[in-house]
Structures are given as C-alpha cells and as structure tokens.
C-alpha cells in the first residue's frame, strides 16, 4: 500500500506541523530551537538537563550573576588609577603603542574622574560608582585581565564562549550542561537584555554544539518580557492537549532516528516552555516587592537607564531565589553606543555609570540581606579595556592588553585587588590573566573541574577552556 504522503502534493513536514500547532507553547522554546533544525544534530548528549547533577567537589556557590558591561569601559577611569596620566596629559604617550581598531591615536589622556579610596580595603573607586564602592570590601578586583581580540564580536564571542568564532556554547550553557538546573518551571540559562543586543548578536548566548535545552532564554525590556508567553489557545486543556500530541510525535520521531538526544531535547524545551506560562508571570510581577525595594534598586529614578538596569538587577536576584543557574544582564538601551566612547569619553561612561552603579549596589545589599550573597558569585566585566591615551581629543581606543573586572560572593576573597598594569595602565605585567583564566574560576566556584567538564563533539572533547584556563586561586577565600 503506498504512503499517504504520496498523494499529496506538498506533505506535511513535522516541522510545518509543529510551527501551525504549537503557536502558545512559548517563543523560548521554539524560535532558535526550530530555527536552526537542531532537532537531527549528530553528537549531542545529556538532552533533558532538567535536574541537578553531581560536582566534581563542594561547591562554593550555586548560581551566577554576570553583569555585562558591553562595549568595553574603562579600566584607568573605573578601578585602575593610574597618577602618570595626571602628570602627563595632553602630552604625547609615553610607550610604544599597539595598532588600535581606529589607529586615530591622541595625546595621553588623563581620566576625568577622581578616585578614592573605599573600606576597610582602601581599595580606589572612580567617583562614577559611589554606590558599588560601598561594597568594596567584598569584591576581588583583577587589574590584570587580557583578551586575544580587540574587535567587538570577535572580543564578545571570546568573553562569551572562550573562542573567538560564531558557533560555540556560551559560558551559561555550559554551567546549565554541567551542573542542570535547579529550577523545574524557569530555565537555567536566562539573559536579561536592556534594549541593547551585543555586538555577535544572540550567538553570544547560543547553545553551540550542546543540546538545545541549553541555549540562553532573552527576557527583554518589555512587558511580557517573552514573546508567546500567553497561551493563544481557547482553554489551558486545549494547549495541553497539543503539547501532548506533540510529545507524541516526538517519541515516535526519536525509536525511529537515531539521535534521540536531540528529540529528548525539543521535548524538554516544550514542556519547560508550557511551565513557563504560569512561572514567568509570577517572577516578573515586581509589584509583589515593596515600594522601599523597588526605590532602593532605582526602578523609581528619572533616568531610564537607571529604571531598566534596575529592574533586570531585580529580576536577576528573583532569579537566583526561584534556582536560575546563570543569569546574565546585558546593557540598557539609553540612547548611545554602549561604554564604547570613542568620542565623548566624560559624557558617555558617566550616562553608563548612572544606569548600571545604583542597581548594582542594592542587589549586592539585597543579596546579603536575604542570606544569597554567600551562595552567588557576581561578575561584573566587558569583552576589554580601553586605551589610556585618546582616540581623537575625547574619546578612549578598545585596549584588549590590560583591564579590570571585579568578582564578589561566595567563595572570593573580598577586599582583594590582583594582578596590575604598567604605570598608564595600557598593559598587564603582572599576574597576567586571560578570559580562560575567568572561566576557568567561576566554574571552580561552582564545584567544577574545568579540565574534566566536556562535550564530545566532532571527534573531539570539547570544553568551555579549551586546552586552557588556570583557576585564580589568589582572589579566593
């Protein structure tokens, strides 16, 4: 008997089936997922990923925070002062100069802000961040970190991945493959994006050559933050009817393929998707906070940037209560390029230092104020450092040679400062570290070896490190 399929003239694929029938089921689930037909891939593993797994010893911490300074600020106006730019400004600079992106190399440019110096530490913060600055005796500043790449998305997709090329998993992918999640209604990898898609676009949060399951979920700016999170079918028993039938399906397509992993997989992002419905509604529902929280995390102020930032600083620490593994925020939209100031260095880093400081300070308080500072690791970074000579007269060139990040939460040795850069802060001598290096702690501080967490893939083991990485054991408590 011949094949139904063979009468019509364009057969329904499962593919069209799924896109007509599961409209309500939840854009997280299905727009990348189907979009780039990672339903038959070859070498994936461990689909589900829904539970947690075992580490390789104690975890310090259970869940990160990751605050993404996209566009690269600067690190000899933010937490690396440096008095020879004082003495020397406006003359020409002192050390040989790498080729930059622009090559449109200035004088030697003396940061517009005053230092001082915080806590019990006396660690020097930039009079742009008067609100983190309060919290200086619990954050490890690293001043000697490097990036191998001095482009935007190239230095993103480094920073995000631990390669400098499209295609790999993301950082949060990798900690939701190696750890599962703690959350069975919410998904472990989550960005919260402010308006601003980084340079490298979505693929700085991809899932790579790991199981769909594991790709980073975009909640934006808006209200619903998630495309499709409302059901469009008439009753809740009707959209639970087609996730069935879908299931299904599924099953059938995985005893008769042999990459069953993958299905396992599309399988858990509908069902993830379908709880979703009722978990997102409720996380994102900041009324239930009071008007002191909502004022201390600046969701009240005149700024916009303030507004957002501080709202997603919100989320992120409602995140970690309900088990999110890794949360990642992303710059607001606030009407200019990121803190990527190649012109008008003094206007712009202050617009940025404005939107993000004030959050930042109330989440790292509020995190020790309800018992989760100890059990978060917080990550506050971009993909590189800025020149400390101009670009033009005010504006400052990418620096990928020396920059500074700063760590807090469990497991780090507050009130440290490592590593250091020359006297204009232009490049790291000593305790040089490297975006491996970063990676390489924050999954220590997870309870994972980064040696010994991989992926088959093409042959080969792959990992977030590559043949890379030493843990930062000087910034550890």
């Known amino acids: 008997m011949a094949h139904c399929g063979s009468f019509i003239p364009h057969p329904t694929t499962r593919r069209e089936m799924l896109r007509t029938s599961a409209?309500?089921?939840?854009?997280?689930?299905l727009s990348s997922l189907l979009a780039k037909d990672q339903l038959l891939a070859t070498e994936e593993q461990g689909a589900s990923g829904r539970t947690n797994r075992k580490t390789h010893f104690p975890p310090k911490v259970k869940n990160v925070i990751y605050l993404y300074m996209d566009g690269g600020p600067s690190q000899v106006d933010s937490w690396d002062p440096k008095t020879r730019l004082v003495s020397e400004h406006g003359k020409p600079f002192g050390m040989k100069i790498?080729?930059?992106?622009?090559?449109?190399?200035?004088?030697?440019?003396?940061?517009?802000?005053?230092?001082q110096n915080y806590g019990e530490s006396g660690i020097p913060v930039s009079e742009l961040?008067?609100?983190?600055?309060k919290h200086v005796d619990d954050l490890a500043v690293v001043r000697s970190m490097t990036s191998a790449f001095s482009e935007h998305t190239n230095a993103n997709f480094f920073l995000h991945t631990g390669t400098g090329f499209q295609g790999r998993p993301s950082m949060g992918a990798w900690i939701g493959y190696g750890l599962g999640s703690e959350a069975e209604d919410l998904p472990a990898f989550v960005v919260l994006n402010g308006g601003l898609i980084p340079s490298g676009g979505l693929d700085n949060f991809n899932n790579g050559f790991l199981p769909a399951t594991y790709q980073g979920s975009i909640l934006g700016p808006g209200d619903p933050p998630v495309a499709y999170i409302q059901r469009s079918e008439a009753t809740a028993a009707l959209q639970k009817n087609k996730l069935s039938l879908l299931n299904k399906l599924d099953r059938r397509a995985a005893d008769a393929r042999k990459g069953a992993d993958q299905i396992e997989s599309a399988i858990a992002n509908y069902e993830l998707a379908y709880r979703m419905q009722s978990a997102i509604p409720d996380l994102t529902d900041l009324n239930q906070e009071s008007q002191e929280t909502r004022r201390l995390y600046g969701m009240e102020a005149k700024s916009k940037g303030t507004a957002t930032f501080g709202k997603q600083?919100?989320?992120?620490?409602?995140?970690?209560?309900?088990?999110?593994?890794?949360?990642?925020?992303?710059?607001?939209?606030?009407?200019?390029?990121?803190?990527?100031?190649?012109?008008?260095?003094k206007q712009g880093h202050a617009d940025n230092a404005r939107a993000i400081d004030q959050?930042?300070?109330?989440?790292?308080?509020?995190l020790k104020h309800r018992g989760l500072f100890n059990e978060t690791l917080i990550v506050w970074s971009g993909e590189f450092g800025r020149t400390p000579f101009a670009q033009g007269s005010n504006g400052r060139d990418h620096n990928p040679f020396g920059f500074s990040l700063w760590m807090a939460g469990g497991g780090i040795k507050g009130g440290t400062v490592h590593g250091q850069t020359d006297e204009y802060g232009y490049k790291a001598i000593e305790n040089k570290q490297e975006i491996h290096d970063l990676h390489a702690t924050m999954l220590h501080?997870?309870?994972?070896?980064?040696?010994?967490?991989?992926?088959?893939?093409?042959?080969?083991?792959?990992?977030?490190?590559?043949?890379?990485?030493?843990?930062?054991?000087?910034?550890?408590?």
């Open 23 to 29: 409209n309500g089921f939840g854009a997280l689930a």
């Open 98 to 115: 790498e080729p930059t992106q622009f090559n449109n190399i200035g004088t030697t440019f003396a940061s517009p802000w005053k230092f």
């Open 129 to 133: 961040f008067p609100h983190i600055a």
């Open 313 to 345: 600083c919100l989320l992120a620490r409602r995140m970690v209560e309900r088990g999110v593994r890794f949360v990642e925020l992303t710059c607001p939209g606030i009407g200019h390029d990121r803190w990527d100031q190649h012109v008008n260095l």
């Open 359 to 366: 959050p930042i300070g109330a989440l790292l308080s509020d």
């Open 445 to 477: 501080l997870l309870g994972m070896d980064h040696t010994r967490m991989t992926f088959r893939f093409s042959g080969r083991d792959m990992r977030l490190t590559d043949v890379h990485g030493h843990v930062i054991h000087e910034i550890l408590a």
